[in-house]
Each structure stands twice: as C-alpha cells, then as structure tokens.
C-alpha cells in the first residue's frame, strides 16, 4: 500500500498542486460578473471606509509597505471583516481565524491553519464556505497556490461544485472563484483583476464584493435550513 502523502497549506506551490491535482487556470473575468455587481453600500459603511482609507490609504501610501503584518491585519484587515461581519448566531455562521483544516483522500491530505474562513458552526467549523489568504513576506509562500488547496478543501468537505475566495498582498487584493469539474475530479480557477485597498474606490469595491459573498452565504444556508424545514 502507497503511503499517503502530506501536504501543508503554507508550503504547497502551484507546481507542487499540479502533481497532486488536475487544476487549469482560466481567463475568463466575464465570470465575475454577478458577483462584481454594485452592492448599495450604507450610508454608516462609506463613512468608515473613507475614515480607514484617511487613515492608511493614498494619504500614507507607506503604510502598507512597511507595516508588518500583524499591524496590517489588526489596523486594516480585521476592521473591515468585522464590518462586513461574517457571523450570524440563528443560521450558525461565523468566521474563523489561524483555524486548521484537514483534507484526506486516499492519497493526499491537505492540512494547516488558514488565515481566515467563513464557515458553519460558531465555536468550531464545520463546512467552510469562504475563504481569504494574506502574503506573508519574506516566507517564500505562493498564496495563490495557498488560497487554491483550502478551496479545494473547503469545496470538497463541503460537497460543493464551486467556492469563492481571495488573496491579499500588501494592499492588493484579487478574487478567485473555483469550479470542480462535474465528470471528474479536476478543477479549474479564475482569478480576477487587482483591487488596490489603499485607494478609495477600490476599496469600496473590495467590500461591496466581501458584502455580495456574505448575503450569498447566508442566502444559502436560509434556504438549505427552510428545505430542511419542508418549506
């Protein structure tokens, strides 16, 4: 009997996930469409992301150069997560931190602690459903690659045929939606154009896009907990 083999979220590369999956890349930004629409942002939110964008963006363009990444996440990151916030306790939703995940098959398994997810459950996830991955500098890491073997985890644990995620570095953003392709067990990704969050515009539109993901989620699990219901 082969023996399974081992493989961490933080040092898998792109290369590395060709030997392991069947995964293409796509060009396809139309795909981005529906989820890139224009979410009707409030009032109260555009307030906060002008006071944070006067705060560390194209006013202290350094900021996102030379702050580490913890200032970053704590200053910036996790501001505008909470804001979007990810969490409901009546549809038992919540959002997780350097959580680990785990993913066997018979002949690989994925494991580590992610970032940040989006996932059932409020004190332990359960189904992941969303995912976000930071660069780390100096770490030689491909979050990329990174971010793609935790959505193939998180789709394949949560029997799904897609999964959106994203990756940061710096104050570039992207987006990725990936598919699973119905007649085997290969994947294809898109990723999309860079948003940069030190500028006031793109960075609207990078929570407009997190706020289109949280109303999907919880759309999903409303619907998923009403046909349990028999509705």
């Known amino acids: 009997m082969s023996e399974i083999k081992e493989f961490s979220f933080s040092e898998i590369s792109l290369n590395k996930l060709d030997t392991i999956v069947q995964l293409d890349e ?3 930004l139309e795909l981005f469409k529906e989820w890139f629409s224009e979410i009707t942002i409030r009032d109260s939110d555009l307030y906060f992301l002008k006071e944070l964008n ?4 194209e006013n202290r363009s350094s900021f996102f150069r030379e702050a580490s990444e913890e200032t970053l996440k704590a200053k910036f990151i ?5 804001r979007v916030k990810f969490f409901s306790e009546e549809l038992g939703i919540s959002d997780f931190y350097h959580e680990l995940l785990i ?4 002949n690989f398994y ?9 996932a059932k459950g409020l004190i332990r996830p359960k189904n992941s459903l969303f995912f976000i991955q930071e660069f780390k500098r100096g770490r030689g890491e491909d979050p990329l690659a990174q971010l793609i ?3 193939i985890a998180g789709l394949e644990n949560s029997h799904f045929q897609q999964i959106r995620g994203a990756f940061f570095a710096g ?3 992207n987006f990725i939606i990936l598919y699973k392709n119905k007649d085997n067990n290969s994947y294809k990704f898109v990723v999309s154009q860079n948003f940069d969050s030190s500028k006031l515009e793109d960075l609207k539109k990078i929570f407009s896009n997190l706020l289109f993901v949280k109303n999907e989620i919880f759309n999903f699990i409303t619907h998923e907990q ?6």
Do not use: R
């Not at 006067?54 to 963006?57: K, N, W």
């Not at 996790?78 to 909470?82: A, E, F, H, T, Y």
């Not at 994925?110 to 989006?118: A, K, Q, R, S």
């Open 149 to 151: 073997a935790e959505l």
């Open 54 to 57: 006067s705060q560390y963006g």
């Open 226 to 231: 009403d046909s349990k219901k028999g509705f």
């Open 78 to 82: 996790v501001p505008i997560l909470n």
């Open 110 to 118: 994925f494991n580590g602690h992610c970032d940040f997810f989006v």
């Open 26 to 28: 796509i060009y396809n």
């Open 171 to 173: 104050s570039i953003w």
């Open 103 to 106: 993913y066997k098959t018979s």
